[in-house]
């Protein structure tokens, strides 16, 4: 296993009381398997996709969180997604 150089958080909204938050009704999930995919397609080895629980900013959602830069994005698509990836790959920040 290649040790993550970056990992990236996607909210799933799961709540530990069995409630959900909005995240996933704004395509969190889709959007984790698009980054998941989109990641592996460009090489980048060093990079991991992960599910997180609800991040508590269901207003903005779907968030997305890069470490170790601890940037947190709101209303992330594909579009913003690949800007993420692009940052990555060019050792860059987006504003969040």
């Known amino acids: ?3 993550p150089t970056h990992h990236i958080f996607v909210c799933g909204s799961f709540r ?3 409630s959900q938050g909005i995240c996933h009704k704004k395509n969190s999930l889709s959007l984790l ?9 460009r ?3 060093g990079v991991m996709v ?15 969180i890069v470490y170790p830069h601890n940037v947190w994005y709101h209303e992330v ?3 913003s ?6 940052a990555i790959e ?3 920040l987006v504003a969040a």
Not at 33 to 41: I, K, P
Not at 58 to 64: A, R
Not at 81 to 86: K, T
């Open 81 to 86: 997604a690949d800007e993420i990836l692009d």
């Open 33 to 41: 398997q698009y980054l998941e995919e989109e990641a592996a397609e």
């Open 77 to 79: 698509d594909e579009t």
């Open 43 to 45: 090489g980048l080895d």
């Open 1 to 3: 296993m290649v040790k």
């Open 16 to 18: 530990p009381t069995g």
């Open 50 to 64: 992960s599910s997180t629980g609800c991040l508590k900013s269901c207003d903005n959602g779907p968030i997305v």
């Open 90 to 92: 060019n050792d860059s």
